[in-house]
């Protein structure tokens, strides 16, 4: 279960960046003036790559009720009519398919964990997180909240940026923690797409997810 630090510490998005994104967390050059760093960006989203089929688990995101105990990974859903169209390259995904699968989350609050690897000489970070959920949806990286808001027809934005640190986005894992919170019973889920912006020496682009 995600430990929570430092509830409301947001902050806007200050990493201007042209870095192209490349879905799967895949990290990639951007055409930086800099003579000295390169500016990297890598994408971790609700799906896998490619995404999976409807009812299919899905790879890199696991889920947690936070109120029954349950885990595994999260499951690929179709898209109930009253939801937002899921991002470019993304999909709807819940502990359960809504269309047909077991109700094992109705008023519950249920976690979805991803998580990226950033080297160890980064300079400075920044994260975008667009998300739309059924009911209430909340971003937290690291533990950190980056926004919270209710809605599933239309998605919210949350960002931050900040110098390496170990308690916002530091060297190492970094773990991306979506937390719904259904109110009124199935179906229930999330869609999102964050992107990660990252500043490295110029000798090193490597990261791992």
Known sequence: MMQIRGIGRTALLGVASSAALLAGGTAIANASTSPTTKTLTLVLKSGGKPLAAEGAPVAGTTFTNDNT???????????????????TGTEWISSTDACGGVDNGSNDTTEY??????PANFIKGSIKVKLAADNIGSAYLNGVELGTGAGFGAFSIYSLST?????????????????DQDVGGFPYG?????????????ASASVRH
Do not use: H, Q
Not at 163 to 179: A, Y
């Open 69 to 87: 105990g349950d885990t595994g990974p999260a499951i690929a859903s179709c898209t109930d009519p009253g939801w937002a169209a899921p991002l």
């Open 113 to 118: 964990e991803s998580s990226f690897t950033l």
């Open 163 to 179: 110098t390496k640190d170990p308690t916002l986005m530091g060297s190492g894992v970094n773990t991306l923690d979506i937390v």
């Open 190 to 202: 999330v869609d999102y797409k964050a992107t990660i912006t990252y500043v490295v020496p110029r």
